[in-house]
């Protein structure tokens, strides 16, 4: 049992995450635009930099334009993107 597609709420916007055969595709859930693509295969220090592009989204963004919020809210992001792609 694999999850095809997770859809988080956030406090900019939600988003949402969808499996691909190559991963997952991060897409904003209000105008569909894709946010980033997540590779199966990717080393874990890429995954993380596109988990922070998707978080600004989801915690909002601080003074110097960084996700908002705290390295373990910013892996459990990158947990849920994981789970999707299936790694």
């Known amino acids: 049992m694999f999850i095809r597609m997770i859809e988080i709420d956030?406090?900019?916007e939600n988003v949402t995450i969808t499996h691909?055969?190559?991963g997952a595709v991060v897409r904003s859930a209000l105008d569909r635009r894709i946010i980033c693509t997540v590779g199966?295969?990717?080393?874990?220090?890429?995954?993380?930099?596109?988990?922070?592009?998707a978080a600004k989204l989801i915690l909002g963004t601080g003074r110097d334009g960084k996700a908002a919020g705290?390295?373990?809210?910013l892996n459990a992001v990158m947990n849920e993107i994981d789970r999707v792609a299936g790694i």
């Open 10 to 12: 956030g406090v900019e």
């Open 40 to 53: 199966r295969y990717e080393p874990a220090e890429a995954r993380f930099a596109k988990a922070c592009q």
């Open 20 to 22: 691909t055969d190559e």
């Open 70 to 73: 705290t390295n373990s809210m």
